[in-house]
């Protein structure tokens, strides 16, 4: 999987711009309420949406050729990846749940939902301040607020100029939170967190890729844990 090539400055920015661009989330940060911590009757429903298994992200420009050369190259790394025990992605609306418990606010723990399941909702006026799907029947389960977690991707990024890679991979772990208020479907509560790391070379290490699953478990875990905490970023007081 190791290309050594020359490729034009041009190329390498296109391609950066291609992965800066992905990582787009269409909603801006939201700041929690500090007075959301004094209402002790409201029931948090906290869930995570079902997680996808680690991958290799391939940006960049790419015919439909260079993306079969691509990830046929990369498929034993790929399958390392697949291997992957990820529970510190599962264990952060767990955390989560444990943070709000610990800090007076009545919980419930719900099962990992399909998001995609839930009709789509846009407000006519202010859609930014709005979950893009209608949760509101959630509200049958007992729930008043819906923390949902959403792990975006685990695993490789790599940009590439059609079968060119211009760089090693990067570990990369993305995730974004919403609290939404069931009366309405209002967000009181939204953020995002990516993280990307260097991978210890060598990484291309068949079969058990060692460096490369080292890097990607250990920034899952880095940007699980800053995720967690920006929840709890405002003062309870």
Known sequence: MKTTSFVSSRALVLAWVALLGGCATGYKPIQLEASFWQDRQSVVGVVTETIPEPAAQMTGGQGLLDVAIN?????????????????????????????????????????????????????????????????QELKAQGIDRLLLVSVVNIGTVRPYYGFIPMGPPR???????????????????????SATAVIAEPWDQEPDFPNLSAAVLKNLSDGAALFERSFFTTPTK
């Not at 719900?110 to 006026?125: A, G, Q, R, S, Y």
């Not at 859609?127 to 209608?134: D, E, G, T």
């Not at 995730?175 to 995002?192: E, F, M, P, R, T």
């Open 171 to 193: 570990a990369t772990f993305a995730v974004k939170g919403q609290l939404v208020d069931l009366k309405d479907n209002k967000l009181l509560w939204y953020n995002s967190q």
């Open 71 to 135: 990830r046929g190259n990369a498929g034993p790394m790929v399958d390392q990846l697949k291997r992957l025990d990820i529970k510190r992605a599962a264990a952060i609306s767990e955390n989560l749940a444990n943070g709000l418990s610990g800090r007076g606010i009545k919980v419930n723990k719900l099962e990992t939902i399909d998001v995609k399941k839930f009709p789509d909702f846009k407000h006519e006026v202010s859609p930014a301040l709005y979950a893009s799907r209608n949760f």
